[in-house]
């Protein structure tokens, strides 16, 4: 299905590390996966698993330490010139985690909404701009006279909907989430998550949806990459890894998912990954395609244990 479809990022062999010499950390190694245009794809993980870090290397925020990220057949790591950098801020937006520390409360929701537009393109009379606000805020359900408003006059869930007019501003073609729900109250995620899939249907954006729990995953992405310890173990469509789980670490993240019933909550069986018991030092892991589209991590060993 995926073969003909459009590549819109392409992420291959990327390492990201922090440090230097006997302080080097490498919290992503050789990461590779493609995003679809007008698809939403998930990279998931506990805390630490360097899914963000992913996220942060793809909008600029983190520099690679090695691999490539090709972004519409171009790359954008590493030096690039000045015309691909705009481009980049421009069509590559981030929704945060926290919308409480992502906002500057000490600004006007209608600068903080303007603020990337006005960096990006300086010839904008303040009508245009102001006009642009009011529609960015009235796409994610915000009235337009909030703009006058302060960041503390706001909720969890509203101060979100201005993030992601402040992202929807600049008219992007791939927005990058990372946690945009999980600072919510349960109440508000459901609200966020529709809005977001709207606004993907109106303007055909294409998403990275970072998150660490399943269940979230299962709703809102069509693909997912299951990331552990700068590692990426499993991937495919999300409902197969989902119902056919088959790398340990994406059961145990399943395990964990609570369910409605109470009486299947008493005799679940919590997995913990223990990754000691994989031994890659005499045989080291590759990816394997164990249905179509469907990868795992693993050497052949394991991977018999395994299916």
Request: hydrophobic share 40%; glycine share 6%.
């Amino acid at each position: 299905m995926a073969n003909n479809r459009e590549v819109l990022l392409d992420v291959r062999n990327l390492e990201v590390s922090f440090g230097s010499r006997s302080k080097r950390f490498v919290a992503v190694k050789n990461a590779n996966f493609q995003i679809y245009k007008g698809e939403t794809f998930g990279l998931v993980g506990e805390s630490g698993s360097g899914k963000t870090t992913i996220g942060r290397a793809i909008m600029r925020i983190n520099p690679t330490s090695g691999g490539d990220i090709i972004y519409k057949g171009r790359k954008i790591n590493g030096k690039i010139d000045k015309e691909l950098d705009q481009k980049v801020i421009k069509e590559i937006q981030m929704i945060f985690q926290d919308p409480q520390a992502s906002l500057n409360e000490r600004a006007k929701v209608d600068y903080i909404v303007s603020e990337g537009l006005l960096n990006v393109n300086k010839k904008l009379s303040k009508e245009e701009v102001t006009q642009k606000v009011h529609q960015a805020l009235r796409e994610v359900g915000l009235l337009p006279e909030f703009a006058s408003r302060f960041p503390h006059e706001f909720s969890g869930g509203q101060k979100q909907r201005i993030g992601i007019a402040r992202a929807l501003i600049m008219e992007p073609e791939f927005i990058i989430a990372d946690e945009p729900i999980s600072a919510l109250d349960v109440s508000v995620r459901a609200q966020v998550l529709n809005l977001m899939r709207e606004l993907q249907k109106k303007r055909d954006i294409t998403y990275l949806f970072i998150a660490h729990d399943l269940s979230v995953m299962r709703y809102i992405t069509d693909r997912i990459a299951v990331i552990h310890k700068g590692d990426i173990v499993e991937m495919g469509n999300t409902e197969d890894v989902i119902t056919n789980p088959i790398h340990p670490y994406t059961k145990a993240l399943l395990s964990a998912i609570p369910m409605p019933d109470p009486a299947y909550e008493k005799k679940k069986e919590l997995i913990v990954f223990n990754p000691l018991y994989l031994d890659y030092e005499k045989n080291p892991p590759s990816w394997t395609e164990v249905e179509q589209g469907h990868f795992i991590l693993a050497n052949q060993i394991d991977l018999k244990e395994w299916l």
